[in-house]
């Protein structure tokens, strides 16, 4: 794992996820193993039949000077064609987004975790810190009442 979007299941409800191949320059797979990745406002769009990942943004690899790339330069998502249409037909329902969840790599070759997501409204985000914070208790309690 190089980078993960923390705030995204925290902000999104995901409801399926995808793994998908990233088409990058040699200056941005360098500053990806540097760790150089942030997520803010980083969304995937559909444009003529292909997956496109907008505003991911990649820190210049500082020894490539003046052959850098563009930060935030949308970058072309590898999935297959089937895989394509279906993220495409679910993600036009209203209210749903496409959302990067991690960066990584597998075999040498970068990967996305990508995330059909509905965002959270603030009242659910408090229902879902209580659910976890009762979760939490509950679990300590079996583990106490085990000990004795």
Same mark, same amino acid.
């Given at each position: ?71 935030? #330069?949308? @970058? !072309?998502?590898?999935? &297959? %064609?089937?895989?394509?249409? $279906?993220?495409?037909? =679910?993600? +036009? ?24 997501? #509905?965002? @959270? !409204?603030?009242?659910? &985000? %408090?229902?879902?810190?209580? $659910?976890?914070?009762? =979760?939490? +208790? ?11």
């Amino acid at each position: 794992m190089v980078a993960r979007h923390r705030k995204a299941r925290r902000e999104y409800e995901v409801l399926d996820s995808w793994e998908a191949g990233l088409v990058l320059k040699g200056t941005e797979v360098k500053s990806i193993r540097a760790g150089n990745v942030a997520f803010r406002d980083a969304h995937a769009r559909a444009e003529s039949g292909e997956l496109w990942l907008h505003n991911l943004h990649i820190a210049p690899y500082d020894p490539a000077n003046r052959w850098n790339h563009d930060e935030t #330069r949308a @970058r !072309k998502l590898l999935l &297959r %064609r089937d895989q394509i249409r $279906r993220i495409v037909a =679910r993600s +036009e329902e209203k209210g749903l987004a496409l959302v990067p969840l991690d960066v990584y790599f597998r075999g040498g070759r970068a990967k996305v975790t990508l995330a059909l997501c #509905r965002g @959270r !409204k603030h009242r659910d &985000r %408090r229902e879902e810190l209580k $659910r976890r914070t009762m =979760r939490r +208790e509950a679990e300590r309690a079996m583990r106490s009442a085990g000990r004795r």
